[in-house]
């Protein structure tokens, strides 16, 4: 079994799902993780962390390297 690991943290929903979007579209399988109440306060996620982004371990340099070409793009 795969263990899952976080890779990025958002300060935002959208910017977590921009993430996402793009880790999918380069084949890396991702989550993404908040407590903001479901979605009833959406500022409560940067109380309790921020947006989190989780991959399996296998896949965690390979999606780190997708974000990081993604935002030097």
Do not use: C, W, Y
Request: hydrophobic letters at 50%; a negative charge; charged letters at 25%.
């Amino acid at each position: 079994m795969s263990e899952i690991v976080e890779i990025a943290k958002f300060s935002s929903e959208f910017e977590a799902q921009l993430a996402l979007a793009h880790l999918m579209s380069e084949g890396i399988r991702a989550e993404m993780v908040t407590d903001d109440g479901g979605g009833a306060f959406p500022n409560l996620s940067m109380l309790t962390g921020g947006v989190r982004v989780l991959v399996r371990s296998e896949d965690a340099a390979a999606a780190i390297e997708a974000l990081d070409d993604r935002r030097d793009a």
